[in-house]
């Protein structure tokens, strides 16, 4: 027999009332009304206000995990899918409400969870595999509605370049990725290439592998960037070495940048790894 799955339209969150922009497979048996409640400690669900007001006074779990990352009130908590794997597969099921592409659930015992938390309240998300072939040093990220005004997917996605960066390789994110996450990356990577331009007052000519070693950009992101930033279009061609056919980029002097890069979110000071 196929397991029927829940219909849910807004979910209670800690303070917020939130509007779900997908479906999960939330059990219908467990939530039979189309509100759901979530405790923002341990993400447990509930379809009765009054079973989830009494489970909120009683829960006293702690962020799992240990902190990776720790300014103000943030703090990244590193989370083994394998030792926490009930927390994260009720993470994953929140977090599959808010974004229709890809998400963990099934598997969690094999990627590692960064969680962000904004005052103790977990605001947002990503994961990585922990073995993989192909370098991807994120798997899928996603920031809970009602915190998506305060930078805090750019947070981790300079979190996660940090990470790979300590681990020895140039990353770059699991495809495909959502509309927003192709905003997200494109403007990071345009502020990180913005901000390796060379300063010298004349023209200076660098291989495109040199721009990945000196950004920790992959080659192929850096070569997306390029094509789709106007910002970069009058300071950067790429050109072609006619003795090897390696691609060569080549840095115009130009005054008139218009648009200088955001500053870091995320501050490597503060980075406890």
Same mark, same amino acid.
């Given at each position: 027999?196929?397991?029927?799955?829940?219909?849910?339209?807004? /979910?209670? %969150?800690?303070? *917020? /009332?939130?509007?779900?922009?997908?479906?999960? @497979?939330?059990?219908?048996?467990?939530?039979?009304?189309?509100?759901? *409640?979530?405790?923002?400690?341990?993400?447990? %669900?509930?379809?009765?206000?009054?079973?989830?007001?009494?489970?909120?006074?009683?829960?006293?779990?702690?962020?799992?995990?240990?902190?990776?990352?720790?300014?103000?009130?943030?703090? @990244?908590?590193?989370?083994?899918?394998?030792?926490?794997?009930?927390?994260?597969?009720?993470?994953?099921?929140?977090?599959?409400?808010?974004?229709?592409?890809k998400t963990v659930f099934f598997d969690v015992e094999y990627?590692?969870?960064?969680?962000?938390?904004? #005052?103790?309240?977990? /605001? #947002?998300?990503?994961?990585?595999?922990?073995?993989?072939?192909?370098?991807?040093?994120?798997?899928?990220? @996603?920031?809970?509605?009602?915190?998506?005004?305060?930078? %805090?997917?750019?947070?981790?996605?300079?979190?996660? *370049?940090?990470?790979?960066?300590?681990?020895? *390789?140039? &990353?770059?994110?699991?495809?495909?990725?959502?509309?927003? &996450? +192709?905003?997200?990356?494109?403007?990071?990577?345009?502020?990180?290439?913005?901000?390796?331009?060379?300063?010298?007052?004349?023209?200076?000519?660098?291989?495109?592998?040199e721009w990945s070693k000196n950004t920790g950009l992959r +080659? +192929?992101?850096?070569?997306?960037?390029?094509?789709?930033?106007?910002?970069?279009?009058?300071?950067?061609?790429?050109?072609?070495?006619?003795?090897?056919?390696?691609?060569? @980029?080549?840095?115009?002097?130009?005054?008139?940048?218009?648009?200088?890069?955001?500053?870091?979110?995320?501050?490597?000071?503060?980075l406890l790894v």
């Amino acid at each position: 027999m196929t397991e029927a799955f829940a219909r849910i339209d807004i /979910v209670r %969150y800690h303070d *917020y /009332v939130i509007k779900v922009k997908s479906q999960s @497979i939330y059990p219908a048996t467990k939530s039979n009304m189309s509100k759901l *409640y979530l405790c923002h400690r341990c993400f447990d %669900y509930f379809s009765q206000r009054s079973t989830y007001t009494n489970h909120i006074s009683t829960c006293t779990l702690e962020t799992p995990g240990h902190v990776i990352y720790h300014k103000h009130n943030e703090r @990244i908590h590193r989370i083994d899918g394998h030792f926490y794997k009930d927390y994260v597969q009720r993470l994953c099921l929140f977090g599959k409400l808010f974004i229709d592409t890809k998400t963990v659930f099934f598997d969690v015992e094999y990627f590692d969870f960064f969680l962000l938390t904004e #005052a103790g309240i977990p /605001v #947002a998300f990503f994961s990585r595999e922990k073995r993989n072939v192909d370098n991807f040093n994120l798997a899928c990220i @996603i920031t809970f509605p009602p915190f998506q005004s305060k930078q %805090y997917g750019r947070l981790l996605i300079e979190c996660s *370049y940090a990470l790979s960066h300590l681990d020895g *390789y140039i &990353g770059t994110p699991e495809r495909p990725l959502s509309q927003l &996450g +192709q905003r997200s990356y494109l403007s990071f990577w345009r502020d990180t290439l913005v901000r390796s331009l060379p300063l010298n007052p004349t023209n200076t000519m660098w291989s495109l592998s040199e721009w990945s070693k000196n950004t920790g950009l992959r +080659q +192929q992101d850096i070569v997306f960037t390029l094509k789709h930033s106007n910002l970069l279009a009058d300071r950067v061609i790429t050109m072609t070495d006619e003795n090897d056919m390696n691609q060569q @980029i080549l840095f115009r002097v130009n005054e008139l940048l218009d648009k200088p890069a955001r500053p870091f979110r995320f501050d490597i000071d503060c980075l406890l790894v």
